[in-house]
Structure formats: structure tokens, C-alpha cells
């Protein structure tokens, strides 16, 4: 229950919890407790988009969720602390750490929060598609939402008197970008998160296309079922 209590501290008072990452204090604490609270938010939102098949992509699409934002960060963790490293930042690698695990938290607790509307959809309506197009929009708003906090985190870091802050800031927005790319490109690997009852059960689908592609396919779909 620490590790929430933790999480609930962070919410309250995101200023404070961000000075104390800037400060270094309780780095190790901070980042379990963040990583575990996500990872459990992020497993029972999950398992909601799994029931739409039900069975074992339950359990999978519980334990693909989190493993999908863990694995974006550790992809792209490495680029952005070398690049704004070269640029004149004294942060450590646990504060870039304990911050992007910041942002996915605040991912998770947004999903945990839409939980109820996914679930009353799920049961009320029995379309794949419309269930698939729900939970891209629901993944891309709360998505926006992390990175946003973490874009605003990094700007309080910056140091104001630094002659190279607009040239951190574009390295920071330019590594978003690619964040958003490797996370949506990475989803479409990790797929199926959904299953279609119609079919057997996989853990894993053939590569074939891309994300934005089915994106775009599953809207034509969804304008002209037929």
C-alpha cells in the first residue's frame, strides 16, 4: 500500500514530487513505487480490452499493456538522456528515469479512470471495430495527456540562464515525437490486445502493414460497414 500512498503524493502535489526527482531525494522509492502502480493500472485496463475475446487474451492483453509503455521507455530512454547529456544537462539517469515513469503513471491513472466507461461499452456493444476505434482514442488522449507532463517537467528543469535551452527544448519535442512513433509502432507489434471471438486464440499476429495503416482501415470500416 506504500507504493500507492506513494503514487496518491504525486497526484496531489505534482510540484513537490517534482522537486524532490530534481533534488534526487528517494529516486530508488520513487521509481519502484511508480513502476508498480502503473504496471497495475495498466494490467487491469488490459484485461478489459482483452475480454472483448475473452479467454486467454485476457491474461495476455493484462500482461502486454504494461509491458508495451515499459518497454517504449526503455527503447527510447537511452536517446533522450544522451542527447540532452550532450546539450548541457547535470540531470542523472534516475531522474529521466523516475520521470518518464511519472508520465506513464499519470497514463495509467487516466486509463484506470476510463475503465468503467471501456467496460460499459464493452458489455452494451458487440463491435470489434468500434471497440478497437474506443480504445485507440482513449490510448491516444491519456497518451497525450503523459506526454504533456512531461514535456511541462523537463521545461522546469531547464536552466533559464542557459544558452542552450531553445536547443534542449527542440531535442526534447523532436524526441517525443519519436516516442509516440516507437510506442504506436511497438503496440502494433505487441497486437493483439483485443482478439476477434471469431477467431483462435494468438499471442502474437504476423508483421504485416503498420498501426497508422489499420488505423485508417478500421475507420473506412466503421463509415462503410459494408
Do not use: H
Not at 11 to 35: H, M, N, P, T, V
Not at 166 to 194: A, C, D, E, M, N
Amino acid at each position: 500500500m506504500k507504493y500507492f500512498a506513494i503514487l496518491t503524493n504525486f497526484l496531489r502535489d505534482r510540484s513537490q514530487f517534482l522537486d524532490e526527482i530534481s533534488k534526487g531525494i528517494r529516486l530508488e522509492k520513487k521509481i519502484i513505487a511508480l513502476l508498480i502502480c502503473s504496471s497495475t493500472f495498466f494490467a487491469i485496463y488490459g484485461a478489459i480490452m482483452g475480454s472483448f475475446a475473452g479467454g486467454l487474451q485476457i491474461p495476455a492483453s493484462a500482461i502486454k499493456l504494461p509491458a508495451l509503455y515499459l518497454l517504449t521507455l526503455i527503447i527510447c530512454l537511452p536517446t533522450l538522456y544522451f542527447f540532452d547529456i550532450i546539450s548541457g544537462s547535470k540531470r542523472t539517469f534516475p531522474q529521466y528515469l523516475a520521470l518518464l515513469l511519472a508520465s506513464m503513471s499519470i497514463i495509467s491513472v487516466m486509463l484506470f479512470g476510463f475503465a468503467p466507461i471501456t467496460l460499459f461499452f464493452r458489455i452494451s456493444i458487440n463491435d470489434y471495430v468500434f471497440f478497437s476505434l474506443l480504445n485507440i482514442a482513449i490510448l491516444t488522449i491519456t497518451g497525450f495527456i503523459g506526454i504533456n507532463f512531461f514535456y511541462q517537467a523537463m521545461q522546469s528543469f531547464s536552466d533559464q540562464d542557459s544558452e542552450q535551452v531553445k536547443y534542449r527544448t527542440s531535442v526534447i519535442k523532436g524526441w517525443l515525437i519519436l516516442y509516440g512513433f516507437v510506442g504506436s509502432q511497438l503496440g502494433w507489434t505487441l497486437r493483439p490486445f483485443f482478439g476477434e471471438p471469431s477467431q483462435p486464440f494468438q499471442l502474437f499476429r504476423n508483421l504485416e502493414s503498420n498501426f497508422y495503416l489499420q488505423v485508417l482501415n478500421l475507420i473506412g470500416r466503421a463509415l462503410f460497414p459494408y
